[in-house]
């Protein structure tokens, strides 16, 4: 890791960051100008190679009366602004009632030996040593307005962090009206951008678009980072595929509306941005006040989707994810949502736990339904206290209880919403995101609390504190089960376009305080599922509920799509009852549990209506996923095939880091009539050693499993299932 400063001539900088397999090269040109000159692998210098041409373009205007070839339109920059003569999709717009242009030039710059870590909003951390930092500072003399750029190298990662502040040195107030947190000036545009689109119970689908001349954007304006969009895209070389081709990936650690994508320019040069989403946002920015952007981060390789896969996670796992269960095992779970809905008392969930400990479950998770009166989804959010009715002898007993059968307890919250019947709206009715002069707009008939808002902050740091000291509380489910519609606050102290990001602001400090109060506590994110799995919240809840959708054809897309950024140890996935409750398929409880078993396993289903048999297969699948779970949830993930190219087959393997064992799941869709054979070429394994089938006590050699592949034995049969273990002879 290195962050190279070379003097070019009289009046330019030239700064190369760098690690084993990434560098980043910026220069200063005449009059602080200042351009990308090259993201991607590794050089071990660079002398301008690729120099940069100045060539009189017609429409492209520049600020040289005598220079006609000089236009920041043409020229790949780091930085980009509106109204200085890049026509392109600039990166910060910031106007007044006078101005609305910003002419940012080099002004100075500063190495710093470590990770800056952002104030109040979710960043990547790293040990002292493991990385350094590029600040640059760019000024607008004009307006005094000063903008640092961050770059972040680390040692064991291609992964670039970056983040942007903006400080107002003037005397003026301004506006922020756009501020994008990373921007890639890439010299052509022969890409497919990919992102992971889809819907509520339809998460993470995988879909790529050649790039075309133009505006290409992937985002959300729905106050989360979504169920139909995630923070993220990369661009591929439109050969790339597991193993080989170019990526370029970017991310946002957010969690609230962003916008990613590409801008092709008039000469094939593609910007690629990530960033808050400006429809959505504005920021008055006073004189002496500085705003922060969130934190991007860049990423390549040239090895394929595989290999930027295993680099995503890895950095995740070391650089996003925090606390006591940054790397810990994850418990195996059973949730009464699915087996009970609102429909529980004391004994039915003493049942449940008596089932769960006969069959080798590790953690009761109580779901939604234990506070106020909450007897459906119309009431009672914001009411935390408990539900006499259904749990007349207290929370605290039942935890004893289940407790002293062996298992840990958890509990599901969803904080950040308030029901219009229940206590809290009645003495509180302005909490609420609400429009003074609109009427509210329902979705599953709850409204939003107004995070902007300090005293709400305050009532759910100590709501939920009570909730959490309540009884003896491992684990807790924090859900939220809708969008924002009439983003406003009634205490009109900011500007309203100001609302959703300090809103993502306040729900950030909520978490900082709950998480630091409760590092024991293991917090799984939820929204319906994976409407805000993100980089934001993995920063405080290492865990998210990847979808409300337990069909395990449906989740072979939503884990592929998932797992494609985020590692396998943030991935909930349950086994549950047939026929599914959302889609009504029937499939069997091996292929359930193969496929529950390619994340962190849990259960949903009424455990006390099963057959003895089932049970005996779920104490089979709770043990053999004690046995592999390292394996899965500590592991290197390959995708063997991916339901996008062979839609009825899909197979992935995990190899855990000392590549002594490893874990292979197929998944055959639909049977075929004289269907080929199907023999998987493994990957990761040690070439030199040999293996053993766990199963068969067969062995074979790592080069033999990897180069010559695994028969799959035939099945004649939908939804069919399969999973080996090998270990290192
Ligand atoms: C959301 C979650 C579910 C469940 C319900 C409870 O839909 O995704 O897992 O917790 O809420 O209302």
Not at 308 to 324: W, Y
Not at 510 to 520: D, E, G
Not at 652 to 677: G, H, N, R, W
Not at 695 to 708: N, R
């Amino acid at each position: 890791m290195d962050i190279q400063v070379k003097q070019q001539g009289n009046d330019g900088l030239q700064f190369h960051l760098s690690n084993n397999s990434v560098s980043l090269v910026i220069e200063t040109v005449t009059d602080g100008y200042i351009f990308l000159r090259h993201f991607g692998k590794k050089i071990n210098q660079y002398n301008a190679s690729n120099w940069a041409q100045f060539i009189d373009r017609a429409f492209s205007p520049g600020p040289y009366a005598d220079n006609r070839c000089f236009s920041l339109d043409t020229q790949r920059q780091v930085y980009a602004t509106s109204g200085m003569g890049d026509f392109r999709y600039p990166a910060i717009m910031i106007s007044n009632e006078k101005d609305m242009g910003l002419d940012l030039r080099f002004q100075s710059y500063e190495i710093i030996e470590e990770i800056v870590k952002l104030t109040g909003l979710p960043s990547s951390h790293a040990d002292k040593k493991a990385a350094k930092t590029l600040r640059l500072t760019l000024v607008d003399d004009v307006l005094a307005i000063h903008v640092k750029l961050f770059y972040t190298v680390f040692t064991d990662t291609s992964v670039i962090a970056t983040h942007v502040e903006v400080t107002n040195n003037g005397t003026q107030p301004y506006v922020i009206e756009k501020i994008h947190s990373a921007m890639l000036d890439l010299e052509h545009s022969n890409y497919e951008l990919i992102e992971l689109a889809g819907a509520y119970a339809r998460e993470k689908t995988f879909q790529k678009t050649p790039l075309k001349q133009g505006l290409m954007s992937v985002n959300s304006r729905r106050g989360a980072s979504s169920h139909q969009a995630t923070p993220f895209t990369c661009l591929a070389t439109p050969t790339t595929n597991e193993e080989q081709g170019e990526v370029i990936g970017m991310h946002l650690v957010y969690s609230g509306d962003f916008e990613a994508g590409v801008f092709v320019d008039q000469l094939q040069k593609t910007r690629m941005f990530i960033g808050l989403n400006h429809e959505t946002f504005h920021w008055n920015l006073a004189p002496k006040q500085t705003f922060t952007a969130p934190e991007a981060l860049i990423t390549y390789t040239n090895q394929g989707f595989g290999a930027m896969t295993r680099d995503m996670h890895h950095f995740v796992s070391n650089h996003i994810l925090n606390g006591v269960y940054q790397k810990a095992l994850r418990p195996i779970l059973l949730n009464n949502w699915e087996a009970t809905y609102f429909d529980f008392d004391e004994s039915k969930i003493l049942a449940l736990a008596d089932k769960a400990v006969e069959v080798g479950i590790e953690l009761l998770v109580l779901d939604d339904g234990w506070f106020g009166k909450r007897d459906d989804d119309n009431s009672s959010l914001g009411d935390w206290f408990l539900h006499e009715k259904k749990l007349p002898k207290g929370l605290e007993s039942l935890v004893e209880q289940v407790n002293e059968k062996g298992l840990q307890f958890g509990i599901w919250v969803e904080p950040e919403m308030i029901s219009v019947d229940s206590e809290l709206y009645r003495s509180h009715p302005d909490w609420c995101l609400h429009m003074a002069n609109r009427d509210h707009l329902y979705s599953r008939n709850q409204l939003v609390l107004d995070l902007s808002r300090v005293d709400v902050q305050e009532y759910l740091i100590d709501a939920m504190s009570k909730v959490c000291t309540s009884a003896n509380i491992s684990y807790v489910k924090w859900d939220m089960n809708r969008n924002m519609t009439c983003v406003a606050s009634a205490l009109r102290q900011y500007g309203v376009k100001e609302i959703s990001h300090r809103y993502m602001l306040g729900l950030y400090r909520i978490l900082t305080s709950l998480t630091a109060k409760f590092p024991h506590i293991l917090f799984e994110s939820c929204s319906g599922g994976g409407g805000r799995y993100d980089l934001g919240m993995l920063a405080y809840m290492p865990q998210t509920w990847t979808s409300d959708n337990t069909d395990a054809v449906c989740r072979l897309q939503i884990q592929y799509g998932t797992s494609f950024i985020y590692p396998v140890i943030t991935m909930g996935a349950h086994v549950s009852a047939v026929p599914n409750h959302q889609v009504g398929r029937i499939t069997s409880l091996q292929t359930r549990g193969a496929i529950a078993m390619a994340g962190n396993l849990g259960y949903e289903l009424d455990l006390t209506q099963l057959p003895q048999i089932e049970l005996d297969e779920i104490e089979k699948q709770v043990q053999t996923y004690k046995a592999i779970r390292p394996i899965i949830q500590q592991g290197d993930l390959y995708r063997l095939l991916n339901p996008t190219t062979t839609p009825n087959e899909t197979a992935f393997m995990y190899v855990d880091k000392d590549k002594t064992a490893a874990v292979i799941t197929y998944c055959q869709v639909l049977a075929q009539a004289e269907s080929p054979t199907v023999v998987l070429r493994l990957k990761g394994l040690d070439e030199t050693a040999s293996y053993i089938d766990m199963e068969t006590k067969k062995s074979y050699g790592g080069d033999e499993l990897m180069y010559v592949g695994l028969t799959i034995p035939l099945e004649r049969t939908d939804f069919y299932a399969v999973t080996f273990h090998f270990e290192k002879c």
